[in-house]
């Protein structure tokens, strides 16, 4: 019996910290995208898989999707204040700079057919948040309109992100195995979308 006390104290540790932790390291990706926030939901899941408390995955669920909403919203907020201001935003220019003027024509024309459906998509896609982002400021969608089309892109994001994880944590008896497994898997689906345009664009 102490092993399970142990065991369940351990992970009452990981839980107060880790939770807090994946929110802010989420939030932060969203606001500042250099942090890999993908591979850190997955490894989330897979650590929440190999728990023995019953609510672990759906925490790491309403933890990531709400993190990567606020930090969203926060993030276009910023833009808009960058778009009406004289001198504009560093927010704004870190958008800009990270949205190809190829990719933003694209996400306009996509916008401007599909609409709320192509945040969704975007979500989704390696480097697709940005470009729809800045073509939504561009077409001056109110916060409002942004942030009812955010939501189910954050849910749909957290949800694939932390199937990939399940899926590493199922495929191997100890946690860090399913980690590495599941940070693999998901830099491939980073990067083969990059690796595929370039050699469309090559021949």
């Not at 057919?113 to 940005?130: D, F, K, M, T, Y």
Request: proline content about 6%.
């Amino acid at each position: 019996m102490s092993w399970l006390a142990a065991a369940s104290t351990t992970e009452s540790t990981q839980q107060a910290i880790g939770y807090p932790t994946l929110f802010v390291l989420v939030l932060l990706g969203a606001l500042v995208p250099v942090v890999p926030t993908g591979a850190l939901v997955s490894t989330a899941a897979v650590v929440a898989f190999h728990q023995t408390a019953p609510f672990a995955l759906a925490m790491v669920f309403v933890t990531a999707s709400l993190a990567a909403f606020l930090g969203d919203v926060t993030l276009y907020w910023l833009g808009r204040r960058g778009m009406g201001s004289r001198n504009g935003s560093r927010w704004l220019e870190a958008i800009r700079s990270r949205a190809p003027e190829e990719r933003l024509e694209r996400a306009q024309a996509k916008l401007a057919e599909h609409g709320v459906a192509v945040l969704v998509v975007s979500r989704l896609v390696p480097a697709g948040r940005l470009p729809v982002m800045l073509a939504c400021l561009l077409a001056k969608w109110p916060m409002r309109r942004f942030a009812r089309g955010n939501l189910p892109a954050c849910l749909a994001w957290a949800v694939t992100y932390q199937l990939i994880g399940i899926l590493g944590g199922s495929l191997f008896p100890e946690p860090w195995q399913g980690v590495v497994a599941a940070v693999a898997l998901t830099l491939l689906i980073s990067v083969v979308p990059g690796l595929w345009r370039r050699v469309r664009a090559a021949r």
